[in-house]
């Protein structure tokens, strides 16, 4: 009598090793677990899909991203924007990114070469983190801006090429004719 219920332990103890014990402590199942699956959003309207990468390998720029990054190059201090200068609207197309500024912007016209200069460089710097960003152009309150110096509607480049710089190199260093 003892044997048999030392047999019927045994396996009974085998039985629970292979169910529980090889399984991790899950009971094995001869069905695989059901996959889960969730249907891919598209992404909203206005916006660009941050996860989605660009061409040039790094992610695209969202909207938020880019308002975020001005209103950040707006608030520093001394910057050389116009007093009460925000960033109304923001839109990607392709690689160029329209900035459309409140009226305060316009101030900037006044303000001298120099300072629109500085003001043009500080959103080229701002933009110039979002790799699939390669233009930018700026409206105030949906129209072109006005500017003696330069017209920013016209989408120019945000980071400077190897090209642009060299030129802007020689054009500052003095004549060596003789």
Same mark, same amino acid.
């Given at each position: 009598?003892?044997?048999?219920?030392?047999?019927?332990?045994?396996?009974?103890?085998?039985t629970l090793f292979l169910m529980y014990g090889l399984s991790g402590c899950q009971p094995v199942s001869d069905t695989p677990a059901p996959?889960?699956?969730?249907?891919?959003s598209p992404p909203a309207i206005g916006k660009t899909d941050t996860a989605s990468p660009t061409k040039s390998g790094g992610p695209a720029a969202s909207v938020d991203a880019v308002k975020d990054a001005v209103a950040d190059a707006l608030a520093v201090p001394n910057a050389p924007f116009p007093?009460?200068?925000?960033?109304?609207?923001?839109?990607?197309?392709?690689?160029? *990114?329209?900035?459309? %500024?409140? #009226?305060?912007?316009?101030?900037?016209?006044n303000l001298g070469e120099s300072t629109e200069s500085l003001a043009?460089?500080?959103?080229?710097? *701002?933009?110039?983190? %979002?790799? #699939?960003?390669?233009?930018?152009?700026v409206t105030v309150?949906?129209?072109?801006?006005?500017s003696q110096a330069t017209d920013w509607n016209t989408?120019?480049?945000v980071r400077e090429t190897a090209a642009s710089s060299d030129k802007s190199s020689?054009?500052?260093?003095?004549?060596?004719?003789?």
């Open positions: 009598m003892r044997l048999r219920n030392y047999s019927a332990a045994l396996t009974v103890g085998a996959a889960v699956s969730t249907p891919a007093e009460g200068t925000h960033l109304e609207n923001c839109t990607i197309d392709a690689d160029i *990114a329209t900035l459309d %500024f409140n #009226s305060k912007f316009s101030a900037l016209a043009q460089k500080s959103l080229r710097a *701002a933009l110039s983190k %979002f790799p #699939s960003i390669q233009k930018m152009r309150a949906g129209r072109p801006f006005d989408p120019f480049p020689d054009s500052s260093a003095p004549d060596q004719r003789q």
